[in-house]
């Protein structure tokens, strides 16, 4: 049984990353988590574990499917984060919390700003923003504490 653990685990959290996304798009006051899953890909990528990154990938993709958001945004985002900001965070080295928050909050803010300028590229209106992009980043942060 203990052997099975592992497997029940992982099989767990696949079915939570594909229902939430479903979930998001009906209760909207639910989080996004846009910059979380950014970071976990990010650290994925970083530590060479491809379950982490292929489980992020999955999530953005479904997000992004299920909110009708353009594919690979978030993907896109995190990469331009880690490559130009994050991975030059060296004075910060002794404080990878604090690299997190900071990685969480800057994929939340260029994404953002990527959507809006996507929006007025194409005449539409994907996220309104309000309270709840704020509320979403908040538990981002939080949810970055709890790793």
Request: charge should be positive; aromatic fraction near 14%; hydrophobic fraction near 60%.
């Amino acid at each position: 049984m203990k052997r099975y653990g592992k497997y029940i685990l992982f099989l767990l959290w696949l079915i939570a990353i594909i229902v939430y996304p479903a979930l998001i798009s009906i209760y909207v006051k639910l989080p996004l988590f846009i910059g979380f899953s950014g970071l976990i890909f990010i650290r994925g990528l970083e530590k060479e574990r491809y379950t982490l990154t292929l489980i992020a990938f999955l999530y953005m993709i479904l997000l992004e499917i299920n909110l009708s958001l353009p594919i690979g945004l978030i993907a896109i985002v995190s990469l331009l984060c880690y490559i130009f900001l994050i991975s030059k965070l060296t004075i910060l080295k002794n404080c990878q919390k604090c690299i997190d928050v900071i990685g969480v909050i800057s994929i939340n803010a260029i994404y953002m700003f990527m959507l809006s300028f996507f929006d007025i590229l194409t005449s539409q209106s994907s996220i309104d923003f309000n309270v709840t992009i704020l509320y979403s980043i908040l538990f981002d942060i939080v949810a970055v504490f709890l790793i």
